[in-house]
């Protein structure tokens, strides 16, 4: 075995495991697995297989899931770049696909960064509903925006805050929340070497305390009658199933489901985790439930470490709820709200008067009405639909937002919604994350460039293209001249503006290709 793993983290292994333990330690001896999953809110699971330049195996678990052959380089392929596939961990995908999220309903990623899982939620919502993806690290939540973005979701706000504060601006209103919980990564070991000089026989117990008040925050969350899913990549009994019978003596009106595709999984290991509450009485009735939880080992699965609780909230009724749809109304296509950065009671926060569809922000009324006229003037012209939702408007920046600007007020907001465009000097200039959330048919102007002629590469360099007239598709009675969707076999790219035969490149110097 090359690794070199904590003396302390093997004799844990030992007594958690006795007469699986060699076989355990045995998967050390394997490269970890890579694979990807389709992203369906641009393609579909079978146009990804017709396209897929290598060979793939369906991940039992999860749907849109595939490993990929030895060798592959997913991420160096002009359809990562288009965001047609998440490159994630195989066992990582399991989390949300026991959350069961359906199109409509508002889901909360409490620990959401680099964005993977959150992605994977957006594709399942198919951009309705709602979706928040928060993270404390200020780093991290870059990371985050920035996936959400290249993965084309339309209803995700990205927030950089402490969950107790949410729970304070959003009791009881999400259908499906995840807590993908920051944990030890004992699971992760295998794939990342950084994760084992990082852990300390103590690093358990110190995640733990971190776990119970994050999953205490997201009950408080939660709809009656909602789901959570609790999920960790570490194998300590402290950090998983310990966890969750404190969480189910002191929330009755949960109960943990069986997972789906639990067949595939180990059970929850209770007989020898009962010892990590030591210092607290759990009743057997909630350690039967625990068994229900599931354990993803390396040695019994394609895949690293994990643990997943599937916690259902049996739909009764408490003082806290609230008639959220009244405070918050469904977004509707054209409310437009301006925000004011100077009212804001958080420096990245969204704030504004409940009474006024549109109140002064950092700039004027007058300029902000003038920005929201370039804006739907540009929207009009160029979009074959008037987008969902609430207009948003912060400093230069447009956004189309799921919920108005005053439900946001006070946290700190790093995108209240799909990031549209910029007003600048009178007219509005759209923003690359508009583009890559559309498809071919709803802008004005398309090109079509192929991953086989070795043109989406200079695209996605930032070259400028040469481009005849005749290759520029349009809306009926649209000119050629303007703002073109560069679509990379069928799917949204970028922008560009093309001029007599001359495509100007507008895809981000920072999202380029460098890959040689």
């Known amino acids: 075995m090359a690794l070199q793993l904590p003396a302390a983290f093997k004799d844990r292994m030992k007594f958690l495991l006795q007469e699986d ?17 389709v992203n369906t809110l641009k393609i579909s699971v079978e146009d990804m297989l017709a396209r897929s330049p290598w060979q793939l195996k369906p991940i039992p678990w999860c749907p849109t899931g595939f490993y990929t052959e030895s060798g592959a380089r997913p991420g160096k392929h002009p359809y990562y770049h288009a965001g ?30 680099p964005g993977g899982k959150s992605t994977q939620i957006a594709a399942k919502l198919n951009n309705e509903g709602l979706l928040f993806s928060n993270d404390l690290n200020p780093e991290r939540t870059k990371a985050l925006a920035k996936n959400l973005e290249l993965y084309g979701v339309r209803c995700g706000i990205v927030l950089q805050e402490h969950p107790e504060r949410i729970a304070g601006r959003f009791p009881c209103f999400f ?37 119970r008040d994050i999953l205490a925050s997201a009950a408080k969350m939660l709809k009656p009658g909602g789901r959570m899913v609790y999920s960790t990549c570490t194998f300590s009994p402290e950090e998983n199933e310990a966890i969750i019978a404190g969480f189910l003596s002191d929330h009755r009106h949960f109960h943990v489901e069986v997972p789906a595709c639990s067949e595939l999984f180990a059970k929850g290991e209770t007989i020898r985790c009962k010892q990590a509450e030591e210092n607290r009485v759990i009743p ?69 008067s409940k009474k006024d569809k549109v ?3 950092s700039a004027t009324a007058e ?41 946001l007020d006070g946290l700190k907001v790093v995108r ?24 071919p048919q709803e802008f004005c102007r398309v090109l079509h460039l192929s991953v086989d002629s070795g043109e989406a590469v200079r695209y996605l360099k930032g070259e400028t293209l040469d481009v005849e007239e005749n290759r520029i598709i349009c809306f009926e009675g649209t000119a050629a001249k303007g703002y073109v969707l560069i679509c990379i076999d069928g799917c949204s790219a970028g922008f560009g503006k093309w001029q007599d035969g001359r495509l100007k490149n507008e895809y981000p110097a920072g999202w380029r290709w460098t890959s040689a």
């Open 21 to 37: 333990y060699d076989r355990f330690i045995a998967s050390y001896d394997h490269n970890p697995y890579s694979s990807i999953r």
């Open 84 to 113: 047609l596939y998440y490159i994630q961990e195989p066992s990582a995908m399991a989390p949300v696909e026991m959350l069961d999220v359906r199109p409509g309903d508002k889901v909360l990623d409490l620990c959401a960064a």
């Open 175 to 211: 259908d499906k929340i995840l807590v993908d919980a920051p944990c030890s990564g004992e699971g992760m070991f295998r794939k990342d070497e950084d994760m084992i000089r990082q852990w300390t026989n103590e690093s358990p117990a110190k995640y733990a305390v971190m776990q």
């Open 284 to 352: 057997d009735d909630i350690w039967e439930q625990v068994e229900h939880t599931a354990r993803l080992w390396p040695h019994l699965i394609e895949g690293e470490g994990h643990f997943l609780a599937v916690l259902q909230h049996d739909g009764s009724e408490d003082d806290r709820v609230l008639q959220i749809e009244e405070v918050y109304p469904p977004a509707q296509a054209g409310s437009g709200h301006l925000h004011d950065k100077n009212k804001s009671r958080s420096a990245r926060g969204f704030g504004g």
């Open 359 to 361: 109140s002064s922000k």
């Open 367 to 407: 300029q902000g009405a003038a920005a929201l006229a370039a804006y739907g003037e540009f929207i009009k012209k160029h979009l074959s639909f008037p987008p969902a939702g609430y207009t948003v408007v912060y400093g230069q920046h447009i956004y189309q937002s799921p919920l108005p600007s005053t439900a």
């Open 416 to 439: 209240p919604g799909w990031y549209m465009g910029d007003a600048k000097n009178g007219r509005f200039v759209p923003a690359h994350p508009l583009a890559t959330a559309l498809h």
